[in-house]
């Protein structure tokens, strides 16, 4: 049996880890521009609460034959130990966990609805490369919920709790239409069929997505929300095409190997030091060194979307920092640029990171959010929809 060789000199973005912040603190340059794109710079005094006060990590003591003191506990969610219905509840949000089956396996999803369960639109989100739901993730999909939206999100397969090799990416079309399946099952659905329905990617979720809008039938989607989206791969990043010829002379082989060099980018993605460290000890985080099988779709499937931007019809919102070192901020401009939109937002966001949301200062993300929330806010009013229902189980 072939055993994978030493790895080779090629890097890879690390993992878009999410965390958006439910207070939300209004910003002097935060403005909604309609086809406009905009260059924003943070003002460094807003105000924000802390958001990480029931974190901690816990330290025993155990007696033997003398007291020494364990590693420190990981504890079982981002918040700490409040039990999960009694946190859930105090952001204003009930939350319901379950598995969807599918013919490429079963994934792990997620439904957010706010306590008094009145919805005007239902919200689709997708993570990052490495990420899951589960942990900071459902922090963006909280935040949307307490706006007034029922939001769904769906652990990609080879991600989090959901069936597939370990952030093996060899298919992204097939990753993409597993979630989709989901997605449109809820789209479709009692009570939401009638309502509009926006489709949410970060990161390299942000590709997953755009390839479930290229996958969709026409006016399914209301509209399409993208944060920091994986596009176009940055030069210090993509993949030597000579390395990958001599992989792929393995006839496939070598194509689930984990020997892909990893240039530790989370360090790039993440502003906050305290934020990383919540972030880092996300259990179900994928930190093995990405696939061979990965990089080679990664970057044929941007390639394929940047040649497809033309035919993206929806309105749409996409938002990037100007100092993110994991995925181009050109892959928002091109998609700007090129999509036949009538209705298309473009935000650049001086000097912030890759994680516009979780890994940045609170007042930077706060920023982020309100912009976000003005513009779905917007959107989901001119679509002439202003009908609030109310979701039974």
């Given at each position: ?123 689709y989100m997708t993570h990052g ?130 020997a892909m060099p990893d240039n ?130």
């Amino acid at each position: 049996m072939l055993s994978p060789p030493p790895p080779l000199k090629l890097t890879l973005p690390s993992s878009a880890y999410p965390f958006p912040f439910k207070h939300l603190s209004p910003h002097p340059n935060a403005t909604t521009h309609h086809r406009n794109a905009t260059t924003l710079k943070p003002n460094n005094q807003t105000q924000s609460r802390p958001l990480f006060s029931q974190l901690g990590s816990r330290t025993e003591t155990v007696t033997t034959m003398s007291t020494e003191t364990v590693q420190p506990e990981t504890p079982p969610n981002f918040w700490g130990y409040m039990p999960e219905e009694e946190y859930y509840g105090s952001e204003g949000v009930t939350n319901t966990k379950s598995y969807f089956e599918t013919p490429n396996g079963k994934i792990f999803t997620q439904r957010f609805l706010p306590l008094d369960r009145k919805v005007k639109a239902s919200v689709y989100m997708t993570h990052g490369y490495g990420s899951d739901t589960g942990w900071l993730f459902q922090k963006i999909c909280i935040s949307f919920t307490t706006w007034g939206y029922a939001v769904f999100a769906a652990d990609l397969l080879g991600h989090g709790r959901s069936d597939g090799l370990r952030c093996y990416l060899g298919d992204m079309e097939k990753i993409a239409a597993t979630s989709l399946s989901f997605f449109k099952h809820v789209r479709y659905s009692e009570p939401y069929k009638d309502l509009p329905a926006i489709l949410f990617g970060e990161s390299m979720g942000g590709l997953a997505t755009l390839l479930m809008y290229f996958q969709s039938e026409p006016n399914t989607w209301t509209g399409l929300m993208f944060s920091a989206p994986l596009f176009v791969i940055p030069e210090p990043m993509k993949p030597s095409k000579l390395h990958l010829f001599m992989y792929g002379m393995l006839f496939g082989l070598a194509d689930t190997w984990a020997a892909m060099p990893d240039n530790k980018m989370v360090g790039k993605a993440i502003k906050d030091p305290e934020k990383l460290k919540i972030i880092a000890s996300n259990p179900r985080r994928y930190a093995g060194k990405p696939r061979v099988g990965t990089m080679r779709e990664l970057a044929r499937m941007c390639q394929h979307v940047q040649s497809n931007f033309h035919r993206v019809t929806v309105p749409f919102l996409t938002v990037h920092g100007t100092a993110d070192g994991v995925t181009c901020p050109t892959s928002s401009q091109l998609l700007y640029d090129k999509a036949s939109s009538e209705d298309k937002s473009l935000k650049i966001y001086e000097g912030m990171y890759h994680s516009l949301i979780q890994g940045e200062p609170d007042d930077c993300a706060n920023v982020v959010l309100k912009d976000m929330r003005d513009w779905i806010d917007e959107r989901v009013e001119r679509c002439g929809s202003n009908k609030v229902i109310e979701v039974e189980d």
